[in-house]
Nanobody, 115 residues
Protein backbone atom coordinates (compact mmCIF):
# COMPACT_ATOMS: atom_id res chain seq x y z
CA UNK A 1 0.00 0.00 0.00
CA UNK A 2 1.36 3.39 -1.03
CA UNK A 3 0.90 6.33 1.29
CA UNK A 4 2.37 9.70 0.37
CA UNK A 5 3.30 11.59 3.53
CA UNK A 6 3.04 15.37 3.71
CA UNK A 7 4.96 17.57 6.09
CA UNK A 8 5.78 21.23 6.58
CA UNK A 9 2.36 22.65 7.34
CA UNK A 10 1.78 24.98 10.23
CA UNK A 11 1.20 28.57 11.23
CA UNK A 12 2.73 31.40 9.25
CA UNK A 13 2.18 35.16 9.14
CA UNK A 14 0.64 36.88 6.12
CA UNK A 15 3.36 37.61 3.59
CA UNK A 16 5.49 34.84 4.95
CA UNK A 17 6.74 31.64 3.36
CA UNK A 18 6.38 27.95 3.96
CA UNK A 19 7.62 24.85 2.19
CA UNK A 20 5.54 21.72 2.07
CA UNK A 21 7.12 18.35 1.40
CA UNK A 22 5.61 15.08 0.29
CA UNK A 23 7.50 11.81 0.30
CA UNK A 24 6.12 8.90 -1.69
CA UNK A 25 7.76 5.54 -1.27
CA UNK A 26 6.93 2.18 -2.80
CA UNK A 27 6.45 3.46 -6.33
CA UNK A 28 8.55 4.23 -9.37
CA UNK A 29 8.48 7.85 -8.29
CA UNK A 30 10.00 9.42 -11.40
CA UNK A 31 7.21 7.99 -13.57
CA UNK A 32 4.44 9.66 -11.59
CA UNK A 33 2.98 13.08 -11.93
CA UNK A 34 3.02 14.75 -8.53
CA UNK A 35 0.36 17.22 -7.50
CA UNK A 36 -0.71 19.42 -4.63
CA UNK A 37 -4.42 19.88 -4.02
CA UNK A 38 -6.28 21.89 -1.44
CA UNK A 39 -9.58 21.37 0.30
CA UNK A 40 -11.34 23.93 2.44
CA UNK A 41 -14.38 23.05 4.55
CA UNK A 42 -17.44 22.71 2.36
CA UNK A 43 -15.42 22.49 -0.83
CA UNK A 44 -14.06 19.74 -3.01
CA UNK A 45 -10.41 19.20 -3.69
CA UNK A 46 -8.88 21.69 -6.10
CA UNK A 47 -5.58 21.42 -7.93
CA UNK A 48 -3.05 23.94 -6.64
CA UNK A 49 0.03 22.88 -8.57
CA UNK A 50 1.32 19.88 -10.45
CA UNK A 51 4.51 18.65 -12.02
CA UNK A 52 4.58 15.90 -14.62
CA UNK A 53 7.05 13.06 -14.95
CA UNK A 54 8.92 15.09 -17.56
CA UNK A 55 8.99 18.30 -15.53
CA UNK A 56 6.06 20.25 -16.95
CA UNK A 57 4.36 22.38 -14.30
CA UNK A 58 0.86 23.71 -13.90
CA UNK A 59 -0.57 26.15 -11.35
CA UNK A 60 -3.92 27.43 -10.29
CA UNK A 61 -4.34 31.09 -11.21
CA UNK A 62 -4.51 32.23 -7.61
CA UNK A 63 -1.03 30.91 -6.81
CA UNK A 64 0.84 31.82 -9.99
CA UNK A 65 3.90 33.88 -9.16
CA UNK A 66 3.70 32.94 -5.48
CA UNK A 67 3.99 29.15 -5.32
CA UNK A 68 6.55 26.87 -6.93
CA UNK A 69 6.31 23.12 -7.26
CA UNK A 70 9.43 21.03 -7.67
CA UNK A 71 10.47 17.42 -7.38
CA UNK A 72 13.56 15.56 -6.30
CA UNK A 73 13.35 12.10 -7.79
CA UNK A 74 16.43 10.92 -5.91
CA UNK A 75 14.56 11.57 -2.66
CA UNK A 76 11.12 10.48 -3.90
CA UNK A 77 9.88 13.87 -2.76
CA UNK A 78 7.83 16.71 -4.18
CA UNK A 79 7.86 20.20 -2.70
CA UNK A 80 5.56 23.18 -2.71
CA UNK A 81 7.33 26.43 -1.95
CA UNK A 82 4.72 28.94 -0.86
CA UNK A 83 5.66 32.61 -0.76
CA UNK A 84 3.66 35.78 -0.13
CA UNK A 85 1.10 33.79 1.77
CA UNK A 86 -2.37 35.21 2.26
CA UNK A 87 -5.06 34.40 4.82
CA UNK A 88 -7.10 32.81 2.04
CA UNK A 89 -4.32 30.25 1.61
CA UNK A 90 -5.41 28.79 4.94
CA UNK A 91 -6.52 25.32 4.00
CA UNK A 92 -5.56 21.66 4.12
CA UNK A 93 -3.13 20.72 1.38
CA UNK A 94 -3.00 17.20 -0.01
CA UNK A 95 -0.27 15.46 -1.94
CA UNK A 96 -1.22 13.26 -4.87
CA UNK A 97 0.80 10.87 -7.00
CA UNK A 98 -0.73 9.89 -10.32
CA UNK A 99 0.14 7.53 -13.14
CA UNK A 100 -2.64 6.89 -15.65
CA UNK A 101 -5.58 5.53 -13.63
CA UNK A 102 -3.52 5.11 -10.48
CA UNK A 103 -3.89 7.76 -7.79
CA UNK A 104 -2.42 7.85 -4.32
CA UNK A 105 -3.34 10.44 -1.72
CA UNK A 106 -1.68 11.69 1.40
CA UNK A 107 -3.62 12.51 4.55
CA UNK A 108 -3.10 16.24 4.18
CA UNK A 109 -1.29 18.97 6.08
CA UNK A 110 -2.90 22.13 7.42
CA UNK A 111 -1.53 25.55 6.54
CA UNK A 112 -2.76 28.47 8.61
CA UNK A 113 -1.92 32.01 7.53
CA UNK A 114 -2.72 34.41 10.33
CA UNK A 115 -1.30 37.17 12.47
Amino acid sequence: QVQPVESGGGLVQPGGSLRLSCAASGISFSRYAMNWYRQAPGNGRELVAGVSSVGNTNYADYVKGRFTISRDNAKNTVYLQMNSLKPEDTVVYYCNAQLAYIKYWGKGTLVTVSS
